[in-house]
């Protein structure tokens, strides 16, 4: 324990990732430990808070290090609910859980769906937290009358950490209770549905609470914190994130807009649900591993001789909001092998994050440059791929800790370590490699993104 350290905690789904870094941004350490998740019936999803807390634990002690300051991030929108003595009340009910289309229904005709997107920037999704709120209270009376505070995840880590009940704007942002232009509480919302204003935990900025929700962290951590500087997220979901400089909901709800971690900004974020874990279901599918698949996809040009896959294994988040969205090849032929499937696959996540980038520019996004992240960000054929699909030059830092590691910038920023967040990433993130558009492959997907977007119209 002789080093000391900025420590980042990620509360994530499947467990919690914990890096120590130092000033200059340099990981000394890391850590990770799993934890369950269950699933008691069909779209639920639901962990046990003391889980997160015994494994955060068992993974800063072995970090290691003595820390000079901690942030947290984590899993958004999931509902912990505690009573008078901060007991936990039920299992928690996870971003990922599907139980609330009645409760999200219920929302927008009692807000009204323009008045909760101007308040929130956001229409009401079965993962935000507040339809989980209106489920208890209708089907769990007595952990209703029982409750007295609402966390988030890492707000309960938080809680079990250093004795404190507090939130970030950026994470709050997320529960469909917060008025996201005004950074506070909307009591104008949390009127109508009934939710007691006292429940919630104070909001502020996650420069002072040294916190935020994870694809702002993540944002932090690869340095988009300044207008046109987009974070691409080539995770098993698929995010394109953009900063704001002021407050503009999409008008018809199919970015996510919250407030970032760095105060006096805000984000518009879309996101796919399955990029590249479309490429490990094919995997999964035709066999074979990565690298052999990507050697067979590079034998193939832009546009797979008209092959064209649209990437909505389990439905979709931007620009459709449809739960029973599903993929498809089209345009198959004799002609095409193995190779052919993964550089379509390849392709049809890059449109779909191009469909993303599409809403972004119509609120005023003015990208020059993507920082890219995720674990298919490993694939040089897949940026190319992306970066002329989207005509932006995409970014590689050089260190890929993701969200713990820009919740380690941002608790030293509530610690003194930095004095803002500029000055936190000026420090510590680098830029390690730029992958530029091919301008041949550009003009090749010009042409054919309209045919990509054709398709979800055509076989809905």
Request: charged fraction near 25%; proline fraction near 6%; aromatic fraction near 6%.
């Amino acid at each position: 324990m002789s080093r000391e350290a900025l420590v980042g905690i990620d509360v994530g789904t499947t467990g919690v990732k914990v890096v120590a870094l130092s000033p200059a941004g340099e990981v000394l350490a890391r850590a990770e430990e799993e934890y369950p998740l269950s699933l008691p019936r069909p779209g639920w999803a639901e962990q046990d808070p003391e889980d997160w807390w015994r494994a955060t634990e068992r993974a800063l002690g072995a970090l290691g290090v003595r820390p000079r300051s901690t942030g947290l991030t984590g899993q958004m929108h999931g509902l912990v609910l505690l009573d008078a003595t901060d007991t936990v009340l039920r299992p928690a009910i996870l971003w990922n859980d599907q139980r609330t289309s009645v409760e999200t229904a219920e929302i927008e005709a009692i807000v009204g769906t323009d008045r909760l997107l101007a308040l929130t920037g956001n229409r009401a999704l079965t993962g935000f937290t507040a339809p989980k709120l209106l489920w208890v209270r209708r089907h769990e009376p007595d952990v209703w009358a029982r409750a007295r505070h609402v966390l988030l995840p890492k707000d309960y880590v938080r809680l079990r950490l250093t004795g404190e009940r507090v939130i970030d704007a950026a994470e709050a942002s997320g529960t469909l209770l917060f008025d996201v232009g005004a950074r506070a509480w909307s009591r104008e919302v949390c009127e109508a549905l009934e939710v007691p204003l006292e429940w919630l935990p104070p909001a502020r900025e996650s420069t002072e609470t040294g916190g935020a929700g994870d694809q702002q962290a993540g944002a932090v951590g690869v340095g988009a914190v300044s207008a046109g500087v987009l974070s691409v997220v080539l995770g098993t979901s698929g995010v394109v994130f953009a900063p704001l400089e002021r407050y503009r909901p999409e008008p018809e709800g199919r970015l996510h807009v919250f407030c970032h971690a760095a105060p006096g900004l805000w984000e518009a974020m879309g996101v796919m649900l399955t990029a590249a874990g479309s490429l490990r279901w094919l995997r999964d599918v035709v066999g074979g591993d990565y690298v052999e698949l990507v050697a067979e996809a590079e034998r193939w040009g832009p546009g797979v001789d008209g092959l064209t896959f649209l990437p909505y294994l389990q439905g979709e988040r931007t620009p459709h909001a449809d739960p029973f969205a599903r993929g498809a090849f089209a345009g198959l032929s004799l002609r095409h092998d193995r190779g052919a499937l993964v550089r379509a696959v390849l392709e049809g996540v890059a449109y779909g994050l191009r469909d993303s980038l599409e809403l972004l520019r119509a609120v005023g996004v003015t990208p020059r440059a993507a920082r890219v992240s995720g674990g298919g960000a490993r694939s040089e054929l897949w940026l190319r791929i992306a970066a002329s699909v989207l005509g932006v030059p995409l970014e590689r830092t050089a260190v890929e800790e993701g969200a713990a590691y820009g919740a380690a910038l941002l608790g030293g920023v509530a610690a003194g370590v930095f004095a803002d967040v500029d000055e936190a990433v000026a420090s510590c993130v680098r830029v390690r490699e730029t992958i530029e558009p091919d301008p041949t492959w550009q003009a090749a997907y010009e042409e054919r993104y309209p045919a990509f977007r054709a398709l979800y119209p055509a076989l809905r």
